[in-house]
């Protein structure tokens, strides 16, 4: 009853909804830039810190693996308590999970316990998948022309973070020394205090929370509305759209960590100090995130398949580089993570894009989480085998195979367009 009256005064009004949805934005900026901080360590230093702790190079990609699979595990749990409870207990509670996580990783650093530092790397996870779900808090208010702006907002939001926290990679190893704590473990304890926070700040300052009123709101207006239901009832879902987009993101998600893991040990055995891989992964992550209103307007403009296309092309180009430069040289790193972060935001947003456009409004967060889960165990699987072929190999082999890969979205999104070409004909 006190919930409802709560509530009560945004669904009678839309400018109060309107007020809350602006003020839900604010706050998921706020988690986002201590969330994107949050993130950044494991794929930073967690590698490495793997690499000092086991002794060798072949399960170097082990971490990113690990805490990538705790992540496709807690984007269920947390979309799950976010449906029943609202957003500000589901997304905090996996923040908050993430930061425990955290502690526990510096402190299997401390005491040299490699199945502590996999347990741990597995709840760290949970920091991940909640920093990707958070975004998803600014459209419950929003309107149809909103959704697509909050998302991007969000996105952007999270560079900030995530770009600051590899550059303070070095500091951080300073401070974790002083305290008698591994240097590699010092980016933990950042992460710690970012996800902690970000928590906190959701469940604080998210109430009323936007999903329930959301809810609320639609439960409301149940008087039957027969031009949506035609419309529903008219629309089809697209298999092979769900396919095809699902393709591009796993494909994308696979080939970016596959390298992004291998290459701060790779610039390690170069030589290279933790502030130039830190410089370079900040770089990596900024491509990511940073294009993201740009690739939004793009991907409209050119069409899906157009920009997925330029996605395998750009992973390409990435994994190449290295094969054809100096792979030793900071600037071919750069120009190499540079690409491969532009080329995987090209991916998720047209790929995403393609799964809204095949489904209909009730399977399509059904068929989004479904598909979420695959893009999480894909950059598992991408973080798992990263280190094992650098190993047999070497990086670079491992990044022109991730190019190659890449380039087989092409023909799989020309025969696509092409059958929805002839379909639309016929």
Do not use: C
Not at 16 to 45: M, N, P
Not at 79 to 84: A, E, F, N
Not at 254 to 281: C, D, E, F, K, W
């Amino acid at each position: 009853m006190k919930e409802n009256s709560t509530l009560q005064p945004y669904l009678e009004s839309e400018n109060k909804r309107k007020q809350l949805y602006k003020r839900t934005l604010v706050f998921v900026i706020l988690s986002q830039i201590f969330g994107g901080a949050g993130l950044a360590a494991g794929i930073t230093v967690g590698a490495l810190l793997a690499k000092d702790m086991l002794g060798t190079d072949s399960y170097a990609g082990l971490p990113v693996a690990i805490f990538t699979l705790g992540s496709a595990l807690s984007a269920f749990l947390v979309g799950r308590i976010s449906q029943r409870n609202g957003r500000r207990t589901g997304l905090a509670s996996g923040f908050i999970a993430g930061g425990i996580g955290a502690i526990g990783v510096v402190l299997a650093a401390v005491s040299d316990n490699i199945t502590l530092l996999f347990i741990s790397l597995l709840i760290y996870g949970a920091g991940t998948a909640t920093n990707l779900q958070a975004r998803y808090a600014g459209t419950d208010l929003a309107s149809e022309k909103q959704r697509a702006t909050s998302v991007s907002i969000a996105m952007i939001a999270t560079t900030f973070g995530a770009v600051a926290g590899p550059n303070l990679t070095e500091p951080m190893g300073e401070v974790a020394l002083f305290f008698g704590i591994p240097a590699l473990a010092g980016p933990f304890l950042l992460a710690a205090a970012a996800y902690l926070l970000a928590g906190i700040i959701l469940y604080i300052f998210l109430r009323p929370d936007p999903l329930l009123v959301a809810n609320a709101f639609v439960n409301q207006q149940t008087s039957s509305n027969e031009a949506t239901k035609i419309v529903e009832k008219q629309a089809k879902t697209n298999n092979n759209g769900i396919i095809i987009g699902a393709i591009v993101m796993v494909t994308s998600q696979l080939v970016m960590v596959a390298i992004m893991t291998m290459t701060p040990v790779h610039m390690g055995h170069h030589g290279h100090t933790i502030s130039a891989i830190g410089m370079v992964i900040g770089i990596h992550i900024a491509a990511m995130y940073l294009p993201s209103l740009v690739t939004g307007v793009l991907v409209d403009k050119l069409g899906r398949n157009t920009m997925a296309i330029a996605s395998g092309l750009t992973l390409l180009l990435a994994g190449v580089l290295p094969f054809v430069l100096d792979q030793s040289s900071v600037s071919v790193m750069i120009l190499s993570l540079a690409l491969l972060g532009l080329g995987w935001n090209f991916g998720l947003i047209s790929g995403t894009a393609m799964l809204v456009d095949a489904t209909t409004v009730k399977n399509r967060a059904k068929v989004q989480g479904s598909v979420d889960v695959s893009i999480a165990l894909s950059g598992a699987t991408g973080g798992a085998l990263s280190g094992m072929i650098a190993a047999q190999t070497s990086f670079v082999t491992l990044s022109l195979v991730g190019g190659i890969l890449a380039l087989g979205l092409i023909p799989v999104v020309a025969w696509y367009s092409k059958a929805n070409t002839a379909k639309s004909d016929g």
